[in-house]
């Protein structure tokens, strides 16, 4: 490996790490919520509903939105029209929050770790802050996206691991199983067109808005 693909694999490894100290961990993006009504409860469901948000809301609207906000990176006005999009499909007030929650603290982490101003402001939310910065460190696009899903997956996983509770290798399994699932997903995602792009996710939305009133919860709304 060369010594630029090796910096790259770590500035990947760094953005990618739970370490990062942006709050990431203190939400369940939902999961908190499908488990208290039943839909998730052992392996097995944890492996159908992560499939499906791999399935419906990466591969359909995420993935393909963070492709075209790292390659938009350097244009101001393709950038912008993304960012609105993407800030536009945090359906709940609760989902809004937490993306702009993480996006202060990553504008954070930049500040104070790579000595410069943030060039996104933290309203535009999580995914558009984190595409422009890896647009920058010209990280490679395909390994952005492979990053960005492990990310989301492995936090939902550590949710649910958490609270159904499951035992950590039944989480290691879970995890495992995905990520034979992740390489297809973002060849799927890279190749979609811009009408194709597409949102539509009420189920996600709804357990994401039922969570702020759920009676016991171990996960920030």
């Known amino acids: 490996m060369s010594i630029t693909n090796a910096s790259q694999l770590l500035s990947l490894l760094t953005l990618s790490s739970t370490a990062l100290p942006i709050g990431a961990y203190c939400y369940s993006q939902g999961v908190e919520s499908a488990i208290e009504k039943g839909m998730v409860h052992d392996e097995a469901s944890c492996v159908s509903y992560f499939q499906e948000v791999l399935e419906m809301l990466l591969v359909r609207f995420e993935l393909p939105v963070l492709k075209r906000l790292v390659e938009s990176f350097d244009n101001p006005e393709q950038f912008q029209y993304w960012a609105e999009l993407y800030r ?3 359906e709940s007030k609760e989902l809004l929050a937490e993306s702009q929650q993480l996006a202060f603290s990553l504008n954070a982490w930049i500040r104070d770790v790579l000595k410069q101003p943030p060039s996104v402001k933290k ?33 939902q996983v550590l949710a649910a691991v958490k609270t159904i509770p499951l035992g950590q290798m039944s989480g290691q ?49």
């Not at 802050?129 to 492995?154: K, M, R």
């Not at 992740?182 to 039922?210: F, G, K, N, R, T």
């Open 173 to 221: 399994r879970i995890i495992w199983q995905l990520h034979q699932e992740i390489p297809e997903a973002v060849q799927a995602a890279l190749i979609l067109e811009d009408y194709e792009i597409s949102s539509a996710l009420p189920q996600y939305a709804i357990l994401s808005m039922s969570h702020e009133t759920q009676y016991s919860r171990l996960f920030r709304s």
């Open 88 to 90: 536009a499909s945090r």
């Open 123 to 155: 309203q535009l939310g999580f995914v558009p802050v984190y595409a422009h910065l890896c647009g920058e460190l010209g990280l490679d696009l395909a390994d952005v996206l492979t990053a960005y899903s492990f990310t989301v997956l492995e936090n």
